[in-house]
């Protein structure tokens, strides 16, 4: 059994969404919506207040040092140490 952890406090069917998006975003009040497919969370509906208080910049910022680490991570080469006061 496939499991999706749906990470919002309110969920809404596409159908529902089509039906009565101003009703959606009302019953949100405020809070992140998922949008389910076939019980599957497809996308998530974020009000226009809280997306511009994302720093969207340093998110994908932090992202792109995670795919960095990650491969670091995975290669064959050996680990180089440092002293935290080091750096």
Do not use: C, T, W
């Amino acid at each position: 059994m496939n499991i999706n952890a749906i990470r919002a406090n309110l969920a809404v069917s596409i159908s529902e969404l089509k039906k009565n998006p101003s009703g959606v975003m009302k019953e949100a009040n405020g809070r992140v919506v998922a949008v389910l497919s076939h019980n599957k969370p497809q996308s998530y509906l974020v009000p226009a207040e809280l997306f511009e208080q994302l720093d969207l910049d340093e998110l994908i910022e932090d992202l792109q040092l995670a795919a960095v680490v990650k491969s670091r991570m995975q290669s064959k080469e050996p680990p180089v140490k440092v002293k935290l006061s080091d750096l």
